[in-house]
């Protein structure tokens, strides 16, 4: 039977958890994720999870930190005086932001405070500095 290797196509089903066991994301009532391993469509230990499994194969695999999203970086967290926002914003905690860098990159941060006169935006992935907790099951190796 053939095993997933780098380069393959693959379909798989998943449950994300995190380590108190609470489940932040899911594709079991929906159709299966498909990559293609060794093209850093999904987060380093889940692509190295799936290598060397077989169609119909399912594991359990906890993924430290580095190799998830990465530690949280108190760079990426910035406190703006609410007058640099548009004046028609209300922004409101767990709203997501866009900005634009001044090299045209466009950035997605997160508010995480409001205060009258300043906001917080956090621009890390949400999940950054977690570990997670991935059942995969193996359904296909597309030909």
Known sequence: MAQAKIGDTVKVHYTGKFGDGMVF???????????????????????????GMNPGESKTVNIPVDKAYGPHRDDLVQVVDRKQLPANLKPEIGQPLEGRQPDGEIVVATVTDVTESRVTLDANHPLAGKSLTFEIQLIEIVQ
């Open 25 to 51: 994301d899911t594709s079991i009532d929906d159709e299966p994720l498909e990559f293609r391993i060794g093209e850093s469509q999904v987060i380093p230990g889940f692509e190295e999870a799936v290598v």
